[in-house]
């Protein structure tokens, strides 16, 4: 069970504060897009989260998109807000962003894998070695496949004990 827990979890993306990743030795971030940086097919992130993107790389982290949907998706979403991109990433697969790491000589410990996805991106996480950090989908999913893996979810979140990490 404890490889679908998260290391830490947090409401949104935009109240993890950088000192939580520095005191940790992170230093690339490697971020989910849909229901975390911002809602399902929106091509715009929240402003919160564009102010958080800016004091994360102010703090000397590298940030990365990690998604599992298309490149068509991804990269106008990447580029409108500056950044580098992982698209059809295979989370919970660890191999794709094994490469992207290791081609910057980051080894998984100093990476963090921040979504809100247990299946995919805490899984991820944990397979990978990265740090994992849960957050909550920006909106509800009622429909169809996504709607029975969070009813999963609850399942597995039933048991999970939030870590406090101050
Ligand atoms: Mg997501």
């Not at 030795?25 to 975390?36: A, H, I, Q």
């Not at 000589?105 to 995919?120: E, S, V, W």
């Given at each position: 069970?404890?490889?679908?827990?998260?290391?830490?979890?947090f409401?949104r993306?935009?109240?993890?504060p950088?000192?939580?990743?520095?005191?940790q030795?992170?230093?690339?971030?490697?971020?989910?897009v849909?229901?975390?940086?911002?809602?399902?097919d929106?091509?715009?992130?929240?402003?919160?989260?564009?102010?958080?993107?800016?004091?994360?790389?102010?703090?000397?982290l590298?940030?990365?998109?990690?998604s599992?949907?298309?490149?068509?998706?991804?990269?106008?979403?990447?580029?409108?807000?500056?950044?580098?991109?992982?698209?059809?990433?295979?989370?919970?697969?660890?191999f794709?962003?094994?490469r992207?790491?290791?081609?910057?000589g980051?080894?998984?410990?100093?990476?963090?894998?921040?979504?809100?996805?247990?299946?995919?991106?805490?899984l991820?996480g944990?397979?990978?070695?990265?740090?994992?950090?849960?957050?909550?989908?920006?909106?509800?999913?009622?429909?169809?496949?996504?709607a029975?893996?969070?009813?999963?979810?609850?399942?597995?979140?039933?048991?999970?004990?939030?870590?406090?990490?101050?």
């Amino acid at each position: 069970m404890s490889l679908f827990f998260p290391d830490y979890s947090f409401r949104r993306v935009y109240e993890i504060p950088s000192r939580f990743f520095l005191e940790q030795g992170v230093r690339v971030l490697l971020l989910d897009v849909d229901n975390t940086l911002t809602t399902h097919d929106n091509p715009t992130p929240h402003r919160e989260v564009l102010a958080w993107l800016d004091a994360q790389r102010e703090a000397g982290l590298r940030l990365f998109l990690l998604s599992n949907n298309t490149p068509e998706r991804v990269a106008p979403f990447a580029q409108k807000i500056g950044l580098e991109f992982i698209a059809r990433a295979k989370k919970p697969l660890p191999f794709p962003l094994w490469r992207t790491l290791k081609r910057m000589g980051i080894p998984p410990r100093q990476a963090a894998i921040i979504g809100d996805q247990i299946f995919t991106d805490v899984l991820c996480g944990r397979l990978s070695r990265c740090l994992s950090v849960l957050v909550e989908p920006m909106e509800e999913e009622d429909w169809g496949f996504l709607a029975t893996k969070r009813r999963w979810e609850k399942v597995v979140l039933r048991h999970y004990r939030p870590k406090e990490w101050e």
